[in-house]
T-cell receptor, first 115, second 115 residues
Framework: NAGVMQNPRHLVRRRGQEARLRCSPM?????VYWYRQLPEEGLKFMVY????????ESGMPKERFSAEFPKEGPSILRIQQVVRGDSAAYFC?????????????FGQGTRLTVV | AQSVAQPEDQVNVAEGNPLTVKCTYS??????LFWYVQYPNRGLQFLLK??????LVKGSYGFEAEFNKSQTSFHLKKPSALVSDSALYFC?????????????FGTGTRLQVTL
């Protein structure tokens, strides 16, 4: 049973380009969470999705950022018109459910560098 | 608001000595608490969780955590530290978002174990 898979591991984009980050949850997991980690900082919650639904997007910036988790395929975090401040590590986590006693399993992250 | 706090940015300990990484929580109702570890350039790995029952929870790599309701704390401990334990440690709480729940993390504590 493969873990949470994120790709690419490293992504370099020029200012103004689009960044697409992919996350395949663990087998059997239908809940996906995206977090952002700035250098030397903790993890900030961005968005929580269940298949085809956004459950909680309270941590998403109002503009340029969007996320989806289609019925088939990986979850996608999309950042349009990237700026230098978007440079960070983006982590995806998955869990089999949303119960309070359920831990989430993390991918290795995608490190986005905007030049 | 439900949250966790990690009061120490960094903890230094000599190999072979016991270590403690502190975490306090502020939760309405029963707390569901977790510890994760992050090694350099890697994702987060689940260490242990407290749901209910015994106040001393045992986890991976010899770590344990003590839940103390009166002090609202969930400190991570290990009887004898190893240099390989050097990493970033995050305390987390599952928070209800109304229809579901998400993990909210503390700011992290960097553990440095030296020879």
């Amino acid at each position: 049973n493969a873990g949470v898979m994120q790709n690419p591991r490293h992504l370099v984009r020029r200012r103004g380009q689009e960044a697409r980050l992919r996350c395949s949850p663990m087998k059997g997991h239908s809940h996906v969470y995206w977090y952002r980690q700035l250098p030397e900082e903790g993890l900030k919650f961005m968005v929580y999705l269940q298949k085809e639904n956004i459950i909680d997007e309270s941590g998403m910036p109002k503009e340029r950022f969007s996320a989806e988790f289609p019925k088939e395929g990986p979850s996608i975090l999309r950042i349009q018109q990237v700026v230098r401040g978007d440079s960070a590590a983006y982590f995806c986590a998955s869990s089999p459910g949303a119960a309070l006693n359920t831990e989430a399993f993390f991918g290795q992250g995608t490190r986005l560098t905007v030049v | 608001a439900q949250s966790v706090a990690q009061p120490e940015d960094q903890v230094n300990v000599a190999e072979g000595n016991p270590l403690t990484v502190k975490c306090t929580y502020s939760v309405s109702g029963n707390p569901y608490l977790f510890w994760y570890v992050q090694y350099p350039n890697r994702g987060l790995q689940f260490l242990l969780k407290y749901i209910t029952g015994d106040n001393l929870v045992k986890g991976s790599y010899g770590f344990e955590a003590e839940f103390n309701k009166s002090q609202t704390s969930f400190h991570l401990k290990k009887p004898s530290a190893l240099v390989s334990d050097s990493a970033l440690y995050f305390c987390a709480v599952r928070k209800n978002t109304g229809t579901a729940s998400k993990l909210t993390f503390g700011t992290g504590t960097r553990l440095q174990v030296t020879l």
